[in-house]
């Protein structure tokens, strides 16, 4: 099969020709029809993502949709010709989705929803996963919570605010101007991302705070998160916590944090069938209408040339929505 391939940490990726792999026990060999590209494949390939712990030589490519070709000794639910997606590789030593096969964990798979395209599912895994293990896992949101969305309009951002509306939740989220009416689309009330955080908790919660928020920027932005929160009963998530903050604005708040780190069932083994069952629940609300993933309109094909721009489109922040690689048609 061809893929793509990084020898080394900061060189151009390379095409090769590589065996096709096997399912083996528990796992399900998959054509791969999309690959889905993050901002974390362009800091794994620049040589500045330890935590995702690559071995080199690398396929990259940590979201995939496609069909099944083959199935391992015991897998059930899964048949060839089966219309599959999930975050199944590309960190920790497992083959990613650059590639025409992949073998993947059967526990890390769901089935598509009919009405959605290869592309579509192979940008959703990661995004869903970080937004569903935030507000559903750790914060319990539900119907009559209030959510603030730090950076509504981004990847895991617009995820979190189609799925805390469609758990019934009442939801804000920040951003520029221009990103204001896709914000509003989604059934969330915008709120400028200059605006004091003071001034708008006073406006919208009149001054109590919002029951959850969920920080996808990090940096300054979780200490603000910290001063939303409401009192007592407050609950912050970021999926970008990873620097050092004072977290006594949510301590004279009795306020709660936590942390998001979806890699973890990729890299530890555990807890990956809960990675296939969000992606059900992400299935099952793209079915209802209730879930849509923003697209960006360029084309991408799998050659280095393809991939690195790709790549730069993230890096460069120039991408109108989830950058994809197709595969095959």
Known sequence: MQAIVLNAYGTPLVQQHLARPVAGPGQVLVRVHASGVNPLDTKIAAGKADHARAVLPAVLGIDMAGVVDSVGDGVEGYAPGDRVYGMTGGVGGVPGSL???????????????????????????????????????????????????????????????????????????????????????????????????????????????????YDTVGGAVLDLSFRAARRYHGHVVSCLGWGTHALAPLSFRAATYSGVFTLLPLLTGEGRANHGAILREASALVAAGKLKVMLDPTRYTLNPHSVSAAHRALAERTAGGKVVVEITA
């Open 99 to 213: 590639a025409e096969y992949a073998a993947v964990d059967a526990r890390l798979l769901a089935h598509m929803a009919g009405n959605m395209s290869m592309r579509e599912a192979a940008a959703l895994p990661l995004i869903f996963i970080t937004a569903w293990e935030g507000l559903v896992d750790r914060a319990r949101v539900g119907a009559g919570k209030t959510v603030l969305v730090h950076g509504g309009a981004g990847g895991v951002g617009h995820m979190a605010v189609q799925l805390s509306v469609a758990l019934g939740a009442s939801v804000h989220a920040t951003g520029s101007a221009s990103q204001r009416a896709s914000i509003e689309a989604m059934g969330a009330t915008f709120i400028d991302r200059d605006t004091a955080v003071e001034d708008y908790v006073q406006q919208h919660t009149g001054g109590i705070g919002f029951d959850v928020v």
